[in-house]
């Protein structure tokens, strides 16, 4: 044989080499975030890492005024959570008079916002903070009380920037039929134009799939409709979401809606499971309870450091459930640095252990961990082959496991 019938094989051998140190080598990163669809990804340089703040919508319905948003800017600094990350104080439906202007524009309500919506935001970023305003991709928002922005975009836009605004979440009532990808646009193209950088947060309720076209529209999409302050509202917006985890990432991110922790219809353990399941699931973390009159743990859950650091990692992998014997749950994402997040959780009526099986979380079995606890906040060292919890009902343990 000449020297070139004798160089595929050599080639084959030296590639399947190559290829089996390569296939040993990866880590758990690739198994738990493998198949993520390519994104086009709007570029205004937002959403690097999920949207963290408060809205008024969960606790004050319809409820807006002044004094609540300048009370609520100053509890976000002195409470300690604007320091941890929460940064947007945002408005909901009602802040604007039914009608607009003679020159077509938005009016804000005189009788709840005396001092004008540049005199908010003015006072907003004085805090050091950022405000969020609400509109609507229709012709009236939900409430009927103001204008959607249907045809209105640019204009709209141009003054949310005029004002100051840093976030648009931007609703899908009375929208004549027409399709949300076409009035979603116009939004994203017009706010881009004011050439302020506003965070935009498609409030489309996941009826059109909006994973799958959003990402090059917006900072984040809802995924799910509106939440309610019980725990089987809450978990079945969490399964909702983890359907479309694949999509999210740094720019865009799914969103099962706004936090309901602390406002008073679910107990602390399951309100930790809510703030556990969306800081794993790299949601928007949207304070949603009267954080002025935060009771103690309301405060410890929502300021928990390490549970919105896995929020927070810069990998930006939507960790999503990975196991599910009947009403027992594991969840698990990767995190930075070779990093697992796992959260154990028992959904059902009684006790019960609930277990996490290295294959289940991408682990080989080989492979000795610490887990670090985080609402513990201890550290078990060298676990092998599994991690179990028993559990309570409704109930749950979260971890980051860090491989020896």
Not at 195 to 211: K, N, Q, T
Not at 273 to 292: Q, Y
């Given at each position: ?9 050599l ?7 190559v ?12 198994k ?8 086009d ?5 937002l959403g690097?890492?999920p949207?963290?703040?408060w809205?008024?919508f969960n606790?004050?319905?319809g ?21 941890l ?13 039914l009608?607009?202007d003679?020159?077509?524009?938005l ?55 005029s004002?100051?605004?840093d976030?648009?979440k ?17 939004m ?12 935009f ?14 990402p090059?529209?917006g ?8 939440i309610k ?17 694949s999509?999210?990432?740094?720019g865009?991110w ?11 219809n679910?107990?602390?353990e ?8 969306w ?18 743990d309301?405060f ?10 896995v ?11 990975v196991?599910?014997t ?16 796992v959260l ?6 009684s006790?019960?252990t ?28 060298s676990?092998?082959?599994q ?17 020896h």
């Amino acid at each position: 044989m000449d020297n070139s019938s004798l160089s595929l094989p050599l080639f084959l051998l030296v590639l399947s080499a190559v290829s089996a140190g390569v296939a040993s080598g990866i880590n758990q990163n690739r198994k738990l975030g493998e198949s993520r669809p390519r994104r086009d990804l709007l570029d205004n340089g937002l959403g690097r890492t999920p949207q963290m703040g408060w809205n008024n919508f969960n606790h004050f319905p319809g409820k807006l005024n002044e004094e609540l948003i300048h009370q609520t800017a100053n509890a976000m600094v002195s409470t300690g959570l604007a320091a941890l990350g929460y940064e947007y104080i945002n408005l909901d439906d009602c802040w604007a008079e039914l009608n607009r202007d003679s020159q077509g524009n938005l009016v804000p309500n005189a009788t709840i916002f005396p001092s004008g919506m540049k005199a908010l935001a003015d006072y907003v970023h004085s805090k050091g903070l950022k405000i969020g305003i609400y509109g609507d991709a229709g012709t009236l928002t939900c409430a009927k009380t103001m204008p959607g922005s249907l045809g209105y975009e640019e204009q709209d836009a141009n003054t949310f920037a005029s004002w100051g605004i840093d976030y648009l979440k931007y609703d899908n009532c009375h929208n004549n039929g027409i399709s949300p990808q076409e009035r979603y646009t116009k939004m994203s193209k017009a706010l881009l134009a004011t050439g302020r950088p506003i965070f935009f947060s498609l409030c489309e309720w996941g009826y059109a799939d909006p994973a799958t076209w959003a990402p090059s529209i917006g900072n984040s999409w809802r995924t799910t409709g509106d939440i309610k302050d019980n725990w089987r509202s809450m978990i079945a917006k969490a399964d909702q979401n983890d359907a479309w985890a694949s999509y999210a990432g740094p720019g865009g991110w799914n969103d099962p809606d706004m936090l309901e922790v602390g406002n008073g219809n679910m107990t602390t353990e399951e309100y930790r499971c809510h703030f556990s399941l969306w800081s794993l699931a790299k949601a928007p973390l949207i304070l949603g309870c009267d954080i002025r009159s935060m009771d103690n743990d309301t405060f410890e859950l929502v300021s928990n450091k390490e549970v919105i650091a896995v929020n927070q990692d810069d990998l930006g992998i939507q960790g999503k459930k990975v196991n599910k014997t009947g009403d027992l749950e594991v969840w698990s994402g990767p995190l930075s640095g070779d990093r697992v997040a796992v959260l154990l959780m028992n959904r059902g009526p009684s006790t019960a252990t609930v277990t996490a099986e290295w294959s289940d979380i991408g682990l080989n079995s080989s492979v000795i961990v610490d887990a670090r606890d985080l609402w513990e906040h201890s550290t078990t060292t060298s676990i092998q082959l599994q991690l179990d919890a028993t559990l309570d009902s409704h109930t749950c343990k979260m971890y980051v496991l860090m491989p020896h």
